[in-house]
């Protein structure tokens, strides 16, 4: 795995290192999950090793649905996620989601129930953790592992896809989601690189892999035919998706591991300096229009929200941030009562930004009143 070789001592990249290339078994995964909504129903982790579904009420709290596995079930008491790091896709009828080392299911979205793989999990069929999501494409369901392991699934049944047999090997471990636009899978690895393969059977689209100095711990598809590639080299690169060129290489004071938000042709992103960015990419090269971290202190992990003119940035200490989206000026800063740390994206709903924890607790920042609250649970949820 490429590194800053600055860093090389650091907790975190130990684990990233280790687990990239497979070769330790983490103990206590966390994981880092954004919610899902669906109308006024939200999926997300209660607790690490679950799966949860809501109805947010009339009067802004949360009422559990269900939860997966659920323990009081004999046939679910198998069932052991650990952690779940990707977003839920919610799709016909169907939760679709992936967990740290208990498999990759889906579920009966009224009742959470397991349609496949049953109720031992479908852990024999995979070989690596999953630290990302599922990417959905038609009846395609698709994910990665630590072992540099591609796989592409029928959603009717879970069974390997025409052409995806055997799962594809990329080089070095993946933590990012896989990405798919049209007829192209795009993969991003923690040896650097982005690789870009044919949706039909996993055949190399590009002539070679993007290859990045550092390791590649997430990816997002942008407008245009285009690819946001943070880098831990401290580097944001913009590729065409079509061919692999690199169109930008920006340079950030620290890692960056996150996806962007973006409006107006304009991407804003923080890193592990504690440091926002808001970069034109109307342009090629991008330009940095402006960086702050008047607001923030400490590192980054978490995609921001953008509503109103509002940014709103999660940090690592657990505080949310909002700042002008137009100068970067700090607008104020809440601290979160609760435990636990923000890494997940937050999300952008009917004008408010959600954010979780990994405690697994759930706050609606709003960015006109520049205030953030607990959304609280009803009596009897877990």
Same mark, same amino acid.
């Given at each position: 795995?490429?590194?800053?070789?600055?860093?090389?001592?650091?907790?975190?990249?130990?684990?990233?290192?280790?687990?990239?290339?497979?070769?330790?078994?983490?103990?206590?995964?966390?994981?880092? =999950?954004?919610? *899902?909504? @669906?109308?006024?129903?939200?999926?997300? $982790?209660?607790?690490?090793?679950?799966?949860?579904?809501?109805?947010?009420?009339?009067?802004?709290?949360?009422?559990?649905?269900?939860?997966? $596995?659920?323990?009081?079930?004999?046939?679910?008491?198998?069932?052991?996620?650990?952690?779940?790091?990707?977003?839920?896709?919610?799709?016909?009828?169907?939760?679709?989601?992936?967990?740290?080392?208990?498999?990759?299911?889906?579920?009966?979205?009224? *009742?959470?129930?397991?349609?496949?793989?049953?109720?031992?999990? @479908?852990?024999?069929?995979?070989?690596?953790?999953?630290?990302?999501?599922?990417?959905? =494409?038609?009846?395609?369901?698709?994910?990665?592992? *630590?072992?540099?392991?591609?796989?592409?699934?029928?959603?009717?049944?879970?069974?390997?896809?025409?052409?995806?047999?055997?799962?594809?090997?990329?080089?070095?471990?993946?933590? +990012?989601?896989? #990405?798919?636009?049209? @007829?192209?899978?795009?993969?991003?690895?923690?040896?650097?690189?982005?690789?870009?393969?044919?949706?039909?059977?996993?055949? +190399?689209?590009?002539?070679? $892999?993007?290859? +990045?100095?550092?390791?590649?711990?997430?990816?997002?598809?942008?407008?245009?035919?285009?690819?946001?590639?943070?880098?831990?080299?401290?580097?944001?690169?913009?590729?065409?998706?079509?061919?692999?060129?690199?169109?930008?290489?920006?340079?950030?004071?620290?890692?960056?591991?996150?996806?962007?938000?973006?409006?107006?042709?304009?991407?804003?992103?923080?890193?592990?300096?504690?440091?926002?960015?808001?970069?034109?990419?109307?342009?090629?090269?991008?330009?940095?229009?402006?960086?702050?971290?008047?607001?923030?202190?400490?590192?980054?992990?978490?995609?921001?929200?953008?509503?109103?003119?509002?940014?709103? #940035?999660?940090?690592?200490?657990?505080?949310?941030?909002?700042?002008? +989206?137009?100068?970067?000026?700090?607008?104020?800063?809440?601290?979160?009562?609760?435990?636990?740390?923000?890494?997940?994206?937050?999300?952008?709903?009917?004008?408010?930004?959600?954010?979780?924890? *990994?405690?697994?607790?759930?706050?609606?920042?709003?960015?006109?009143?520049?205030?953030?609250?607990?959304?609280?649970?009803?009596?009897?949820?877990?």
């Amino acid at each position: 795995m490429k590194i800053p070789r600055l860093l090389a001592a650091a907790p975190l990249l130990v684990l990233i290192a280790l687990l990239a290339s497979a070769c330790v078994r983490i103990e206590n995964p966390q994981g880092w =999950a954004e919610p *899902t909504f @669906d109308g006024s129903t939200v999926y997300f $982790p209660k607790s690490k090793d679950k799966l949860s579904a809501f109805e947010i009420t009339l009067d802004g709290s949360l009422t559990q649905l269900w939860q997966f $596995p659920d323990t009081n079930r004999e046939d679910e008491k198998a069932i052991k996620l650990q952690a779940i790091y990707g977003a839920a896709i919610k799709a016909s009828g169907r939760i679709y989601f992936a967990s740290f080392s208990g498999g990759v299911f889906a579920l009966d979205a009224t *009742t959470g129930r397991a349609i496949w793989p049953g109720k031992a999990g @479908d852990k024999a069929q995979i070989s690596g953790n999953i630290t990302g999501g599922v990417a959905l =494409a038609g009846d395609k369901l698709l994910f990665a592992t *630590t072992e540099g392991l591609l796989y592409a699934w029928n959603t009717s049944d879970g069974s390997p896809a025409k052409g995806w047999e055997k799962p594809k090997k990329v080089d070095g471990g993946v933590w +990012a989601t896989p #990405v798919v636009s049209g @007829d192209t899978v795009f993969v991003a690895t923690m040896d650097g690189e982005v690789q870009a393969l044919s949706l039909a059977d996993g055949s +190399a689209k590009w002539p070679a $892999p993007f290859k +990045a100095s550092g390791s590649v711990a997430d990816l997002t598809l942008l407008d245009g035919g285009r690819l946001f590639v943070p880098s831990l080299n401290r580097h944001v690169y913009i590729l065409d998706a079509t061919s692999g060129a690199t169109q930008s290489d920006f340079r950030a004071d620290d890692w960056v591991w996150t996806r962007p938000a973006v409006k107006d042709n304009v991407a804003y992103f923080g890193d592990f300096s504690g440091k926002t960015y808001a970069l034109d990419i109307s342009v090629a090269p991008a330009t940095q229009m402006w960086s702050s971290d008047a607001a923030l202190g400490t590192r980054v992990k978490s995609g921001p929200a953008i509503l109103d003119g509002v940014l709103v #940035v999660g940090d690592r200490a657990s505080v949310v941030n909002f700042l002008d +989206a137009s100068t970067g000026t700090g607008l104020n800063k809440v601290p979160l009562a609760g435990d636990g740390t923000i890494r997940a994206n937050l999300v952008a709903k009917d004008g408010l930004a959600y954010v979780v924890t *990994t405690a697994g607790k759930l706050y609606r920042a709003d960015p006109k009143a520049k205030q953030v609250v607990e959304v609280p649970l009803a009596g009897g949820a877990k």
